[in-house]
């Protein structure tokens, strides 16, 4: 995959033809390190399959999607906001199903709360006054979802005693692991994918609730993009779990296959948002009373 730092005037904006030379496809992830080596092979494949260049990047700030973007891994709840804010610039083309009977062969995943195996902590309703940490405030799996869960249980004047952001869902895991909070709601491919290539994970956490499900992340495209060319992405994405020589990258994601999904597939991390709002609700703030030692 060839990057390219410094892209050369656009086209996509002139609506001039593509210049295979000149205008890589931008791609950009937001989603979790533990799996940009997948992003990556997903981009190499794309390139191969286009004859395209395509440069991936991490993303700094969501606001940069607007721009000059042309491929996002995306968190659900960052979609649903960019789409509040600036209309549908991007639409989603595709999104994984993910290995294993809990997700019931849908585009959807898990936020597992873990605490520590030897905490005493049994139930959500355990972690009263106690240490969270979460991933990052435009996140689904670690901040979304446990916002959502906290007004419907009615616990929107400060539940924690103390609330940390992470950076990340792996930093959230070893946080966690050390003691250092008392829990967090990991996103469920993270949380399998970090157990199965570090196995004394299992041995020092244990999940006491599930939150969700919510629709898996998508990959979207920017709408200005022609429509052959989304159609043929999408056609590529779909069609790769029967690629015998992309089959093993897959199933070391932890990925079965890619089905097609729409804004409308979104609907229900719309909704919890709806809820949060409706509550007043948009921050996750720690209770008054002392953290206890």
Not at 218 to 246: F, Q, S, T
Not at 271 to 289: C, F, H, K, Q, R
Request: proline share 7%.
């Amino acid at each position: 995959m060839k990057i390219f730092a410094h892209p050369m005037e656009d086209a996509r904006s002139t609506g001039k033809p593509f210049d295979r030379d000149l205008c890589p496809l931008q791609v950009v992830t937001f989603l979790a390190p533990k799996l940009f080596w997948f992003y990556e092979y997903l981009c190499r494949y794309l390139e191969k399959k286009l004859q395209f260049p395509i440069s991936l990047s991490v993303g700094s700030s969501y606001e940069e999607l607007p721009g000059q973007i042309d491929l996002a891994f995306l968190c659900g709840l960052p979609y649903i906001e960019l789409v509040r804010r600036d209309g549908q610039v991007f639409e989603p083309i595709a999104a994984p199903i993910l290995v294993g009977k809990r997700y019931e062969g849908k585009p959807i995943y898990f936020s597992d709360v873990v605490v520590r195996r030897d905490s005493p902590f049994r139930s959500f309703a355990d972690l009263r006054d106690r240490a969270w940490a979460y991933n990052e405030p435009h996140s689904q799996s670690g901040y979304g979802v446990t916002r959502f869960h906290l007004v419907q249980i009615e616990e929107t004047n400060g539940f924690f005693g103390r609330v940390v952001e992470a950076g990340y869902h792996e930093q959230a895991v070893r946080m966690v692991c050390l003691g250092e909070v008392d829990a967090s709601a990991i996103d469920s491919h993270v949380l399998a994918l970090m157990i199965r290539d570090e196995p004394a994970l299992l041995a020092n956490l244990r999940t006491i609730a599930t939150l969700g499900p919510s629709t898996i992340q998508p990959i979207l495209a920017a709408r200005r993009l022609p429509p052959h060319l989304k159609n043929e992405l999408r056609r590529i994405l779909l069609e790769i779990a029967g690629d015998p020589l992309a089959r093993p990258h897959l199933d070391r994601a932890m990925v079965d296959r890619f089905e097609c999904v729409t804004d409308s597939s979104y609907d229900d991390i719309r909704g919890m948002l709806d809820v949060t709002e409706s509550a007043n609700y948009s921050t996750i703030s720690p209770s008054a009373g002392t953290y206890p030692a």
